[in-house]
């Protein structure tokens, strides 16, 4: 984690995550600037404030979130604190920095409204884990998907009495590949759910199941790769 956001704890036992630094400052980043955005946040976090004050607020928030846009270096002298748990992000903001840039004075500010809870996800990309605010749009694994559907294909053939040479010949590929990709054809059918909805599993792609392999049982599959 970047140390401008790391800060001296006690000792304790260690039970969280590794998560890259960079991901994590843009995931803070895009929060914060989803906040200062939000029509609704500068009332809510100024209280009953006159109409000119609000909108004076308003105005420089915006221009807070154009800052942060040309340089992400701005957005952390605004963030006191980040929780983090398990699919959820807490970030609350310094109250000193907030009045100083909204022009109230600090006792106005709703201490409350400069708590930000949010919902995060992260998938694994290879090897480097990607974040995202709340629920990410399915991805789907293409390559993985037409290699199940030619694996399935090549099984029928296989069970109608074609051998590997055969299917290999007729599709120009190596008898090896064949003897490959055709195990695909028996993963569970919860798992081909999982990847039709663009929700694959880590560890659920074509070169690493060709690779390391997979139990046969469709049981063990999903205890493998279902984790959650």
Not at 79 to 85: K, N, P, Q, S
Not at 88 to 101: D, F, W
Request: glycine letters at 6%.
């Amino acid at each position: 984690m970047s140390a401008r956001l790391l800060k001296p704890r006690h000792a304790g036992p260690r039970d969280g995550w590794r998560l890259p630094a960079s991901e994590l400052e843009r995931l803070l980043v895009e929060l914060l600037n989803d906040t200062l955005s939000d029509p609704s946040f500068g009332p809510r976090s100024l209280g009953a404030g006159d109409a000119d004050a609000l909108q004076t607020a308003r105005s420089r928030l915006l221009d807070r979130v154009a800052a942060v846009r040309a340089n992400e270096a701005c957005a952390f002298d605004l963030i006191e604190r980040v929780d983090l748990a398990r699919g959820t992000i807490r970030m609350r903001l310094s109250a000193g920095a907030y009045a100083a840039i909204t022009g109230c004075r600090e006792q106005e500010i709703v201490a409350d409204a400069l708590v930000i809870h949010a919902p995060f996800t992260d998938r694994k990309r290879g090897v480097e884990t990607k974040l995202y605010l709340g629920a990410p749009l399915p991805e789907h694994d293409h390559t993985l998907i037409r290699n199940i559907v030619t694996a399935r294909r090549w099984l029928d053939d296989l069970t109608t009495g074609m051998s590997f040479a055969a299917i290999a010949a007729r599709e120009g590929t190596s008898k090896r590949r064949v003897k490959d990709l055709v195990d695909l054809a028996m993963l569970s059918p919860r798992l081909l759910d999982r990847i039709a909805a663009g929700e694959r599993p880590d560890g659920l792609a074509t070169d690493a199941l060709i690779k390391q392999g997979f139990p046969a049982r469709w049981s063990e599959q999903e205890r493998q790769f279902l984790r959650s």
